[in-house]
């Protein structure tokens, strides 16, 4: 069984306050905050991802430094540029190919793709997964398809918010 752990990065400085190119937008303060207090909630709850991939979007990027730094796995950690723009099933499942080895694989990137590429593995319905939100698909094997949505978690239910 492959096991799929979506989280969207925290809270990400505005666009409109934002005056510099989109991929170097970072957390805010209290995002970083938020984030921090949400990993360790994950490390509490036992969650061991064998590799984290990240989109290099820099509000990405150090969402999944801040996660794998609490749960102790920053050696696990990898940026792949899929994860950036046009992320989608297709996208994750080359992702999952490169990392055959990875059965609990964290992708850690951006809405609506997220949202999109969930519900193309889950056979279809509408999610949101808010910034900071975790959800968890499990997939009866490497072909990524027939997955079921296990838990979709909010930043409130992880102490982010």
Known sequence: MKRVYFLRHGKAVSRAAWG???????????????????????K??????????????????RTAAIVAEALGLSDR??????LAHGFDARALGRIAAAHPEAEHLMVVG????????????????????????????????????????VWLLTPA???GE
């Open 20 to 42: 510099d190119d989109d991929a170097l937008r970072p957390l805010t303060p209290d995002g970083e905050v938020e984030m921090r207090r949400e990993a360790k909630a994950l």
């Open 44 to 61: 509490g709850l036992g969650l061991a991802p064998d590799l984290i991939v990240t989109s290099p979007l820099e509000r990405a990027r």
């Open 77 to 82: 950690l990898v940026e792949d540029e899929r």
């Open 110 to 149: 951006h809405e609506p793709e997220f949202s999109a590429a969930l519900a193309a593995l889950v056979g279809g319905g509408a999610y949101v997964i808010k910034k900071g939100g975790l959800a968890r698909v499990d997939l009866p094997d490497q072909s990524l398809k027939r997955g079921v949505l």
């Open 157 to 159: 239910l992880l102490g």
